[in-house]
Nanobody, 123 residues
Framework: QLQLVESGGGLVQPGGSLRLSCTAS????????IGWFRQAPGKEREEVSC????????RYADSVKGRFTISRDKTKNTVYLQMGTLKPEDTAVYYC????????????????WGQGTQVTVSS
């Protein structure tokens, strides 16, 4: 089964940083766009960022622009989400998932969802 695995979450103080990783076991991410999503308690899942298969296209939700950076390392078969200047409202379970070669709108078009990694921003 093609599944992604997220890691790197944790508890961090406001203003702090975390780097999330999204890796795949048994298949290469090279052909796929990877999206990072998050879901906070009582809220709908939202896309945070997406990077296309080549890394030439990147987008961010307005709420994280200038604070988060998505990147991919093909030698490590990993996509990263570097999160900075974290705010309490960034608290959520973060997921990665794959699609096409290109980023698309709508989480329903993404597959291979991982179990997620919890990010908690609190003092």
């Amino acid at each position: 089964q093609l599944q992604l695995v997220e890691s790197g979450g944790g508890l961090v103080q406001p203003g702090g940083s975390l780097r999330l990783s999204c890796t795949a076991s048994g298949f290469t991410l090279d052909y796929y766009a990877i999206g990072w999503f998050r879901q906070a308690p009582g809220k709908e899942r939202e896309e945070v960022s997406c990077i296309n298969n080549s890394g030439s296209y990147i987008r961010y939700a307005d709420s994280v622009k200038g604070r988060f950076t998505i990147s991919r390392d093909k030698t490590k078969n990993t996509v990263y989400l570097q999160m900075g200047t974290l705010k309490p409202e960034d608290t959520a379970v973060y997921y990665c998932a794959r699609t096409g070669p290109h980023c698309v709108s709508g989480s329903e078009y993404y597959v291979s969802w991982g179990q997620g990694t919890q990010v908690t921003v609190s003092s």
